[in-house]
C-alpha cells in the first residue's frame, strides 16, 4: 500500500478500499477505529453508490456525485461504471457533460488533470514534471474553442478531457494512472464566460494566432520530452485548427482527433451495419451529409477510403457522397467551398435541402450540424419516400443540439427508419413496437484504438486503423441485435468492443511496421492483460 497507513491510506483515492477493508488489514494498517464495523464487499459498496446516485433529482447532480466519487474511491468508481456502462456512461460524458462544462467553474470540487496557459510557454517540459505519474499512455487535450455543440466555453472545457480518460479506462481498460486530461487554456473569446467572478481560466481573450501555433507546437514536442510513449488525443478543437494539427503531427508523433476520426469509423461502422438490414451493397450507397465542418469532412474522408477498398476507384467513389449546408446543396457552382469539402460539390443544379433528398435518393442521411431540428419532418418524410428502410444518423450533441430525436425520426417515416444518434435516446414505442435507437457513441471507437497503440506501442496512428476499427465495430453486431434494427452492439458489450478493436490495431502497426513492442503469438491474451480491472 506504498506505506501509507492510517487516515493517510483511507483517504488515498488510489488505494483506498474504504468500508471494504478486511479486519486484518485494519489491525495491519492502523485503521480500527477509523472506519464502521462492517466490513462491506465491494458488490454492497456498489449498492450504496448506486443507491445514492439514483436519489438525486437531476443529471447535474448525479454527475457531481459520480466524479466526487471518482476523486474519493477510484477502484470503487470504476467498477460501478463498467457494471452500469449503459446508465453512467450518459452522466460522466454525452449528453450531461455537455451542462457539466458550462457549469465547470461553480461546480468545482477538486482540481482534476493539468492546466496550461500562455504564461508557460517556454517551461511546458519543465512544468510535467509536476505530474505525479511518468508513464502516461493516453493525453487528452482540448482548448475549449468547440465543446460539442456548445462553442467556446475557455477553461470549462476541461470538463470533455476528464470525461473522455474516464471512458478510456472504463471502456477499454487503460489504467488510470496513464492517463492524463489537458487543458490548454489559451483564453476564451466568450465574454459571458469571462465575465463570470467564479470563472478559473485565462480570463483573457484567446491569444493571436502566432502565439497560439506557438504554445500548441511546444505542447506536443513537450509530451514527446517527458512522455514519449503518450497517445495524445486532440478532442473539440475549431474545425480549421482541428484539420491542420491532425496533417501538421499525425505524421510526426502518436495522435489523432476524435472528432474527425473517431466519428468517421462509428458512423462508418453504422453504415456497415446498417446494410444488414436493408440488403443493400456498401458500394452502391449514396450517402449525404448535413454540415461541413470537422465530423463531415472525416467521415466523407474514411467513407471514401472504405468504398476504394470495396473496389470503386476515389473519382467514383466521391461521386457518392453528397453535402447540404445552410443554403442547400452543395455543388460545383458554390463559392468559397472548403477545400475538404470540394471533392464531393459536384454538378448538378442548385436546390434545397428536401429536393436534393428528392432528386438524389439517398440511402442514408447523416447529421453533424450542432444545430437541433434541422431534421424535420419534411426531411425525414422525404427520406422515408425515397427509401423503404431510411438510414437516418443524427450526430450532433448534447442531445439538445440534435438533428431531430429518436420519436420524431420513427413517427415521421412511419417506423421504417433505421435511427442512430450521437446522444442516447431511451426507447420509444411506436405503433405496436418498441424500437431500441442505436448510439453512434465515440466510445465504441477510440479507447480501443487507445488500447491498440499502447499495446503495441506504434509510432503512429493511420487511417487504416480506423478503417478496421469501423470494420471489427460493424462485425461485432449480433444477427439478433441486426433483427431488432440495431446497428451498433449493446453499450454493456464496450469492453468486448474495444478488446477486438485494440488487437487489430496491433495487427496494422505490424503490417505497417509501426509497432516499436514486439507483440507475442498470443495476441488476444496479451491485450487482455493489459486492461485494468478495478477490483480489490
Same mark, same amino acid.
Given at each position: 500500500? %506504498?506505506?501509507?497507513?492510517? !487516515?493517510?491510506?483511507? $483517504?488515498?483515492? #488510489?488505494?483506498? %478500499?474504504?468500508?471494504? +477493508?478486511?479486519?486484518?488489514? @485494519?489491525? @495491519?494498517?492502523?485503521? @480500527?477505529?477509523?472506519?464502521?464495523?462492517?466490513?462491506?464487499?465491494?458488490?454492497?459498496?456498489?449498492?450504496? #453508490?448506486?443507491?445514492?446516485?439514483?436519489? !438525486?433529482?437531476?443529471? $447535474?447532480? %448525479?454527475? $457531481? +456525485?459520480?466524479?466526487?466519487?471518482?476523486?474519493?474511491?477510484? /477502484?470503487? +468508481?470504476? /467498477?460501478?461504471?463498467?457494471?452500469? &456502462?449503459?446508465? &453512467?456512461?450518459?452522466?460522466?460524458?454525452?449528453?450531461?457533460?455537455?451542462?457539466?462544462?458550462?457549469? +465547470?467553474?461553480?461546480? =468545482?470540487? !477538486?482540481?482534476?488533470? =493539468?492546466?496550461i496557459t500562455p504564461e508557460d510557454r517556454g517551461e511546458m517540459a519543465a512544468i510535467f514534471g509536476n505530474w505525479p505519474e511518468q508513464d502516461i499512455r493516453v493525453i487528452v487535450v482540448t482548448d475549449g474553442e468547440r465543446i460539442l455543440g456548445l462553442g467556446d466555453l475557455g477553461a470549462n472545457g476541461m470538463g470533455i478531457s476528464i470525461g473522455k480518460v474516464m471512458l478510456y479506462v472504463a471502456c477499454a481498460g487503460i489504467n488510470p494512472a496513464q492517463c492524463m486530461p489537458v487543458m490548454l487554456d489559451v483564453g476564451t473569446n466568450n465574454q459571458a464566460i469571462r465575465d463570470d467572478p467564479l470563472y478559473l481560466g485565462y480570463p483573457h481573450a484567446r491569444v493571436d494566432d502566432e502565439t497560439y501555433h506557438v504554445l500548441v507546437d511546444e505542447f506536443v514536442q513537450a509530451v514527446q520530452l517527458r512522455f514519449p510513449k503518450a497517445l495524445i488525443q486532440f478532442e473539440d478543437f475549431l474545425t480549421p485548427h482541428a484539420f491542420e494539427f491532425l496533417e501538421r503531427y499525425g505524421g510526426q508523433v502518436r495522435c489523432f482527433n476524435d472528432d474527425i476520426q473517431g466519428t468517421a469509423a462509428v458512423t462508418l461502422a453504422g453504415i456497415y451495419s446498417s446494410c444488414r438490414i436493408t440488403g443493400k451493397q456498401f458500394s452502391d450507397l449514396a450517402i449525404m451529409f448535413l454540415g461541413t465542418g470537422s465530423a463531415a469532412g472525416g467521415i466523407a474522408e474514411l467513407v471514401t477510403d472504405a468504398f476504394c477498398t470495396a473496389g470503386l476507384s476515389r473519382q467514383q467513389a466521391q461521386k457518392r457522397l453528397w453535402f447540404v449546408d445552410r443554403k442547400g446543396l452543395v455543388t460545383a457552382a458554390h463559392q468559397n467551398i472548403k477545400s475538404r469539402i470540394k471533392p464531393y460539390a459536384h454538378e448538378h443544379t442548385p436546390c434545397s435541402f428536401v429536393d436534393a433528398i428528392r432528386m438524389i435518393k439517398p440511402q442514408v442521411l447523416i447529421g453533424a450540424t450542432g444545430v437541433a431540428g434541422t431534421f424535420d419532418e419534411a426531411v425525414v418524410s422525404a427520406m422515408a419516400a425515397v427509401n423503404e428502410r431510411p438510414v437516418i444518423i443524427a450526430l450532433s450533441n448534447p442531445t439538445s443540439h440534435t438533428e431531430c430525436t429518436a420519436e420524431q425520426a420513427y413517427r415521421w417515416s412511419n417506423g421504417r427508419v433505421i435511427f442512430a444518434s450521437g446522444s442516447p435516446f431511451a426507447p420509444v414505442w411506436f405503433g405496436d413496437r418498441l424500437y431500441k435507437p442505436g448510439q453512434g457513441n465515440n466510445a465504441y471507437i477510440f479507447p480501443g484504438v487507445g488500447l491498440g497503440v499502447y499495446a503495441s506501442s506504434a509510432r503512429l496512428v493511420t487511417q487504416s486503423m480506423f478503417l478496421t476499427a469501423a470494420e471489427v465495430l460493424a462485425g461485432i453486431v449480433t444477427e439478433q441485435e441486426i433483427a431488432a434494427g440495431a446497428i451498433y452492439p449493446t453499450l454493456n458489450r464496450v469492453r468486448e468492443v474495444s478488446h477486438a478493436i485494440a488487437v487489430a490495431v496491433c495487427r496494422i502497426a505490424v503490417k505497417e511496421g509501426l509497432a516499436e513492442t514486439a507483440l507475442p503469438e498470443n495476441l488476444e491474451g496479451y491485450v487482455k492483460s493489459l486492461m485494468y480491472e478495478p477490483d480489490y
Open positions: 500500500m %506504498k506505506n501509507l497507513s492510517g !487516515k493517510a491510506l483511507l $483517504i488515498n483515492p #488510489v488505494l483506498t %478500499k474504504s468500508t471494504a +477493508f478486511t479486519r486484518e488489514e @485494519r489491525q @495491519r494498517y492502523g485503521l @480500527r477505529g477509523l472506519l464502521p464495523y462492517d466490513v462491506a464487499t465491494l458488490a454492497k459498496q456498489k449498492e450504496r #453508490v448506486l443507491d445514492s446516485m439514483r436519489s !438525486k433529482a437531476t443529471a $447535474i447532480e %448525479k454527475y $457531481i +456525485f459520480l466524479n466526487a466519487l471518482s476523486e474519493r474511491n477510484q /477502484r470503487l +468508481f470504476y /467498477r460501478t461504471m463498467i457494471d452500469h &456502462i449503459e446508465e &453512467i456512461m450518459p452522466l460522466v460524458y454525452t449528453p450531461t457533460v455537455g451542462e457539466a462544462c458550462k457549469e +465547470f467553474a461553480h461546480i =468545482f470540487r !477538486k482540481p482534476q488533470g =493539468f492546466y
